[in-house]
């Protein structure tokens, strides 16, 4: 078990910072530290002869006065959900009588812009929820206490109802790396073709579709432009999922009407669940308090993190070796990296998201980090994945028992596009025939740049072992051995992730 540290305890044998000083910097975990000094306005953490991070006192102290006045702030509260017709239960519940139930919707529908009017449909669907799934929406809530501020942000941007934030547990329930049956993904559930007329890139290592940020911005783009076809927020939710057209069908065949429920019954019918899902959600979360519904309290919230640009590739176990920070936590951050590496490509602009308080020590450390990194990746045994957009096209060779749904699987694309791009009418292949492909995937990708859970072979030749000790991390252990890696201590002995390190583990060392 790694031994962590706070600074506060730490800094009681510093001179020249104060106990406010030393307070401030409390959340400050520290790994490894061998010694601890201070000069001028800097703490100096030495945590290995090669490895010694700064913490700035003045910009540490904006950092914690700055989230203070964030989380006193009134925002700081703010905080795939269709069902099927025989998931709906007819019944009723004593918490919330008909009568109670008409006169919120009542106070909901004066003071939103959609038309929310009480019919049998929707209170049981308000009813099924609060009777099936209600522990769930206080998973739902404490998700929302960091992605709800960031949409509130961008909804505003564009002029979207705040309320419209709901919609995207309706899509994903609040999962950034969603993918649907189709091949929808993301938070907001953006189809590929969607997703690249929205500017959402897609490419070997990075999917923009998971993004937060950028599939907000990419959904409030495309609400607005369905408002602005139908002039009605709840046409606009029906055409977001499926599609403006069959909602002009509809409207035509309910004889001209625009009111929802007039042409619900004309929609598909996974359309005509879902307004009412988003309603449902809606009442939910607007009535949580009286149906005793509470957002647990682990998730970072949106104020608490920054972003930062990173001027060279980085992978998020060499951000874990050196400012210690989760990986469980910048994947929570990042999700649209998918190999858990930050790319660095001319004209792209990935950043990388981090807690508030790893952000100074990132910029403080940002030479060193590079530095590191390119150490490692010098004593990389296999190269990273090759870096490509997704509509880049590639010549694939059939070999000895290819068969189209293989190749299809095998890049991340349909059978029926394989036959398309290359003029197919059926499917029969020859060895030696070249393929045509616009790939969405790299099939090696993951096992090479993440955990390949095939044994690899050892090394032959004299090795050490070493005995691992409370507070050792594999990227402490890699410099006290001349030539070895933290990639090689994983390889020869078959440790997939930095925190699989255990007080008494044997590690093979290979001598050079």
């Given at each position: 078990?790694?031994?962590?540290?706070?600074?506060?305890?730490?800094?009681?044998?510093?001179?020249?910072?104060?106990?406010?000083?030393?307070?401030?910097?409390?959340?400050?975990?520290?790994?490894?530290?061998?010694?601890?000094?201070?000069?001028?306005?800097?703490?100096?953490?030495?945590?290995?002869?090669?490895?010694?991070?700064?913490?700035?006192?003045?910009?540490?102290?904006?950092?914690?006065?700055?989230?203070?006045?964030?989380?006193?702030?009134?925002?700081?509260?703010?905080?795939?959900?269709?069902?099927?017709?025989?998931?709906?239960?007819?019944?009723?519940?004593?918490?919330?009588?008909?009568?109670?139930?008409?006169?919120?919707?009542?106070i909901l529908d004066s003071k939103t812009p959609f038309h929310i009017e009480y019919n049998t449909h929707l209170e049981q669907v308000i009813k099924t929820y609060l009777k099936r799934r209600k522990s769930a929406f206080s998973g739902l809530m404490e998700k929302a206490r960091y992605y709800f501020p960031m949409f509130e942000e961008v909804l505003d941007k564009y002029d979207i109802p705040l309320e419209m934030k709901y919609l995207a547990i309706v899509e994903s329930a609040l999962k950034p790396r969603a993918r649907s049956r189709v091949g929808a993904t993301g938070l907001w559930q953006f189809m590929y073709q969607t997703g690249k007329q929205f500017d959402l890139n897609v490419s070997s290592y990075v999917d923009e579709r998971s993004d937060p940020y950028s599939a907000t911005e990419a959904a409030c783009k495309y609400l607005a432009s369905l408002y602005k076809i139908f002039g009605d927020w709840d046409l606009a939710l029906a055409a977001y999922n499926s599609g403006p057209g069959n909602v002009t069908k509809a409207i035509r065949r309910s004889g001209g009407s625009t009111n929802?429920?007039?042409?619900?019954?004309?929609?598909?019918?996974?359309?005509?669940?879902?307004?009412?899902?988003?309603?449902?959600?809606?009442?939910?979360?607007?009535?949580?308090?009286?149906?005793?519904?509470?957002?647990?309290?682990?998730?970072?919230?949106?104020?608490?993190?920054?972003?930062?640009?990173?001027?060279?590739?980085?992978?998020?176990?060499?951000?874990?070796e050196t400012l210690n920070v989760d990986i469980e936590v910048l994947q929570f951050l990042n999700p649209q990296y998918k190999l858990d590496i930050v790319p660095y490509i001319k004209g792209r602009d990935y950043k990388l998201a981090l807690p508030v308080k790893d952000v100074g020590n990132f910029i403080s450390n940002e030479q060193l980090i590079y530095a590191y990194a390119d150490a490692e990746d010098a004593k990389r045994e296999k190269p990273l994945p090759k870096y490509f957009e997704m509509n880049d096209r590639i010549v694939y060779r059939v070999k000895s028992g290819d068969f189209l749904g293989k190749i299809a699987n095998k890049y991340g694309v349909s059978v029926s596009s394989l036959k398309r791009w290359n003029n197919m009418r059926s499917t029969r292949l020859r060895i030696g025939q070249r393929l045509i492909v616009y790939p969405k995937k790299l099939n090696t990708s993951v096992a090479v740049a993440t955990s390949n859970k095939t044994k690899k072979a050892q090394p032959e030749g004299n090795f050490s072992t070493h005995t691992v000790k409370s507070g050792d991390s594999l990227w402490s252990i890699a410099q006290k051995y001349s030539n070895v890696s933290v990639q090689n201590i994983k390889d020869w002995n078959n440790i997939w992730s930095a925190k699989s390190l255990k007080p008494g583990m044997k590690l093979k060392i290979f001598t050079k």
């Open positions: 078990m790694r031994k962590l540290r706070f600074i506060a305890i730490l800094l009681i044998s510093v001179t020249g910072f104060s106990q406010k000083e030393k307070d401030s910097l409390q959340l400050q975990k520290i790994e490894d530290t061998k010694e601890l000094f201070s000069e001028n306005d800097t703490l100096f953490i030495k945590k290995s002869d090669s490895l010694v991070l700064k913490f700035h006192k003045e910009a540490t102290l904006i950092d914690s006065l700055w989230l203070n006045e964030l989380i006193k702030s009134p925002l700081y509260d703010t905080i795939q959900y269709v069902l099927k017709e025989d998931e709906i239960l007819v019944t009723d519940l004593e918490e919330l009588p008909t009568d109670v139930l008409k006169e919120r919707l009542q929802y429920w007039n042409i619900r019954h004309n929609l598909p019918r996974e359309t005509a669940n879902y307004v009412p899902a988003f309603y449902a959600t809606l009442y939910i979360f607007e009535y949580a308090n009286e149906h005793n519904i509470k957002a647990r309290e682990n998730t970072l919230t949106y104020f608490e993190t920054d972003t930062v640009q990173v001027k060279r590739q980085l992978t998020f176990e060499q951000i874990y």
